[in-house]
């Protein structure tokens, strides 16, 4: 198979199988590991597939930003469960950073009767959810995401980098075990990284169709969390492979 032959081969492949591993190609066509993997560097290159470790995945695999609007009802009684194990994890007089999202939003409705927080967040909603609340309520300040309502941009980095908290809830796109956690944005994974720095430790807070899914930019590997909560309806395969490599918790039904 001549070198254009194969790219266009390959480029099919992906696009009907969503993902192609190098060693399996490099075997199927006889040709070595090296050669396949400039392929696909260069099918990247032209935007036809995205690069992994080990492979390549169809552009039309990552997940895209969800307007608020269409999210709020998507997955609610998981989300719910999600928040109320988070709860156990939040403990008295803590610092807790909030991130921008649906499931960290039912959070927040669970800890606006309390009293004794400090929560800090980057998303309108949550701090408009925490109006009336006795804890001590810190919006990071930022341009506002239209229709999202998320906070980002250098006023939210300048706060977020001279910040620290207990413990930080990290809204999740997009979770790969090869990837990590991956956000649909550049400016998006920025704010959840400097979050992360800024916190002792990290929850990942992902209802289970968050699982096995890639969005455009790296957020963190799961090496860099303390452990992700999710609700008790994810495939038992999917516990199975996460569970050999980082904690999880399942929420479930009320």
Same mark, same amino acid.
């Given at each position: 198979?001549?070198?254009?032959?194969?790219?266009?081969?390959?480029e099919?492949?992906?696009?009907? *199988?969503?993902k192609?591993?190098i060693e !399996?190609?490099?075997?199927?066509?006889?040709?070595?590991?090296?050669?396949i993997?400039?392929?696909?560097?260069?099918?990247?290159?032209?935007?036809?597939?995205?690069?992994?470790?080990?492979?390549?995945?169809?552009? $039309?695999?990552? /997940?895209? !930003?969800? #307007? @608020?609007?269409?999210?709020?009802?998507?997955?609610?009684? %998981?989300?719910?469960?999600?928040?109320?194990?988070?709860?156990?994890?939040?403990? !008295?007089?803590?610092?807790?950073?909030? +991130?921008?999202?649906?499931?960290?939003l039912?959070?927040?409705?669970?800890?606006? $009767?309390?009293s004794?927080? /400090?929560?800090?967040t980057? $998303? &309108?909603?949550?701090? *408009?959810?925490l109006?009336d609340?006795?804890?001590?309520?810190?919006?990071?300040?930022?341009?506002?995401?239209?229709?999202i309502?998320?906070? @980002?941009?250098?006023?939210?980095?300048?706060?977020?980098?001279?910040?620290?908290a207990?413990?930080?809830?990290?809204?999740?796109?997009?979770? +790969?075990? %090869?990837?990590?956690? /991956?956000? #649909?944005?550049?400016d =998006?994974s920025?704010?959840?990284?400097?979050?992360?720095?800024?916190?002792e430790?990290?929850?990942?807070?992902?209802?289970?169709? =968050?699982? *096995?899914?890639?969005?455009?930019?790296?957020?963190? +590997?799961? /090496? %860099?969390?303390?452990? &992700?909560?999710t609700?008790? *309806?994810? %495939?038992?395969?999917?516990?199975?492979?996460y569970?050999?490599?980082?904690q999880?918790?399942?929420?479930?039904?009320?």
């Open positions: 198979m001549l070198p254009l032959e194969r790219k266009k081969w390959l099919k492949q992906v696009t009907r *199988n969503k192609v591993d !399996e190609i490099s075997k199927m066509l006889n040709v070595s590991s090296m050669t993997r400039r392929d696909l560097t260069e099918l990247e290159r032209k935007g036809k597939v995205i690069r992994t470790h080990g492979g390549a995945v169809s552009v $039309d695999s990552l /997940t895209e !930003e969800v #307007p @608020y609007s269409s999210k709020i009802s998507k997955n609610n009684a %998981e989300k719910k469960a999600v928040a109320r194990k988070a709860l156990s994890l939040v403990k !008295e007089n803590s610092t807790i950073i909030l +991130d921008s999202g649906t499931t960290t039912e959070l927040a409705k669970l800890l606006k $009767d309390r004794d927080l /400090t929560v800090v980057n $998303d &309108i909603t949550i701090a *408009n959810e109006l609340s006795s804890n001590k309520v810190i919006v990071t300040g930022g341009e506002l995401q239209q229709g309502g998320a906070l @980002y941009g250098a006023a939210t980095q300048n706060m977020l980098s001279v910040i620290h207990d413990i930080f809830f990290l809204g999740a796109h997009a979770i +790969d075990l %090869e990837r990590g956690v /991956t956000a #649909p944005t550049f =998006k920025l704010i959840k990284q400097l979050m992360v720095n800024a916190s430790k990290t929850w990942v807070l992902a209802d289970h169709s =968050k699982f *096995n899914v890639k969005a455009f930019s790296s957020v963190c +590997d799961l /090496t %860099e969390i303390k452990g &992700i909560v609700d008790s *309806n994810i %495939e038992p395969g999917v516990v199975k492979e569970s050999s490599k980082i999880m918790l399942f929420g479930g039904k009320a």
